[in-house]
């Protein structure tokens, strides 16, 4: 991986675990959800290990004053509830469908005595998926603690841009409305709002919106990508 690659690792985003769950689906219970729909609570037991088949999913924690924080989002492809299903302590995050989704619910006999005896393959997967967690968490970690706002904004909007294809196209559909942003960022909604008029103000991006966002200065919004 390269040093630009390394510097832009996804602080919201799981990687995909390349489709191997899908040879294990008829062992598992078809489930649907609309957006906004809880997939697990905050406060369950982790009877169920999940798997995204179609959609995205987000990991949120609510606290008690009723402030949201999305954690990771986790689109088709990946497995999510791995923590309180193997360390068995009930969840303090909720799992939440943040489009309508098609998931796969794995009940903890049929993981333990099923899946990971047959399938080895799953099991590296599973490894894989946690690891991607730390990592995410731990990024978040330092850039809530380390890095100015509006460096963090062109991060975000370059992961975007990479999970629509990876080409350097200057609008980027960034799928979450101001509000939704600022919680994964950590922020308030004015202080997003007022740094997101300081990269116009700059001509580094055009207005935001949920679903397009214009780069207006490519190599400065690389530029505050990489810092």
């Not at 004053?65 to 302590?89: A, H």
């Not at 998931?103 to 399938?119: G, K, M, Q, T």
């Not at 490519?218 to 505050?224: N, V, W």
Request: aromatic share 6%.
């Amino acid at each position: 991986m390269e040093m630009n690659d390394a510097k832009l690792i996804e602080f919201t985003h799981i990687p995909p675990e390349a489709g191997v769950w899908r040879q294990v689906l008829d062992l598992g219970t078809r489930l649907r959800f609309r957006k906004g729909e809880e997939i697990m609570h905050g406060g369950e037991k982790g009877e169920y290990l999940y798997y995204v088949h179609q959609g995205e999913a987000r990991l949120m924690r609510t606290t008690l004053d009723g402030r949201e924080k999305i954690l990771m989002s986790m689109r088709s492809g990946t497995v999510m509830g791995e923590t309180p299903f193997f360390d068995e302590v009930p969840a303090r995050s909720s799992i939440v469908a943040g489009t309508d989704c098609v998931v796969y619910a794995f009940s903890r006999d049929c993981v333990l005595h099923e899946i990971l005896p047959n399938y080895p393959a799953l099991t590296l997967a599973l490894l894989h998926s946690l690891a991607s967690k730390v990592r995410v968490l731990c990024n978040q970690s330092v850039s809530l603690s380390l890095e100015e706002l509006p460096p963090r904004i062109c991060r975000f909007l370059h992961l975007r841009m990479r999970d629509d294809g990876g080409a350097p196209n200057p609008r980027v559909s960034p799928g979450l409305n101001q509000q939704e942003l600022a919680n994964l960022l950590g922020v308030h909604r004015v202080t997003l709002n007022k740094a997101l008029r300081e990269l116009e103000r700059e001509a580094v991006l055009g207005p935001y919106s949920r679903d397009e966002v214009y780069i207006v200065d490519m190599e400065r919004f690389h530029e505050l990508s990489l810092k």
